[in-house]
Nanobody
Framework: QVQLVESGGGLVQAGGSLRLSCVAS???????MGWYRQAPGKPREFLAL???????NYADSVRGRFTISRDNGKNTVYLQMNSLKPEDTAVYYC??????WGQGTQVTVSS
């Protein structure tokens, strides 16, 4: 069992930056870790993935603006978000493997 807690969300103006953190309750070195988001009335959307070996993959909508990273020593995965747009407004979720989700953190981007 892995508990995940996201933080770092908030209100930011368009063009601004935020860094989200996801802290796990135990070691995550063997897990692929991902970030997703869900806007009101829309399905949950994949954003970024980092494998246990450090390889990364991004959705087209965020490639070049968002960066996923991990610190296994701190059981933490990050999502650096730059050049934010109003359409990035959503609840952002962390995922460990395929089974474990965090509770989400709200990101609101004002125009």
């Amino acid at each position: 069992q892995v508990q995940l807690v996201e933080s770092g969300g908030g209100l930011v103006q368009a063009g601004g930056s935020l860094r989200l953190s996801c802290v796990a309750s135990r070691d995550i070195f063997s897990y692929a870790m991902g970030w997703y988001r869900q806007a009101p009335g829309k399905p949950r959307e994949f954003l970024a993935l980092i494998t246990s070996g450090g390889s990364t993959n991004y959705a087209d909508s965020v490639r070049g603006r968002f960066t996923i990273s991990r610190d296994n020593g701190k059981n933490t995965v990050y999502l650096q978000m730059n050049s934010l747009k109003p359409e990035d407004t959503a609840v952002y979720y962390c995922r460990a493997g395929v089974a474990y989700w965090g509770q989400g953190t709200q990101v609101t981007v004002s125009s």
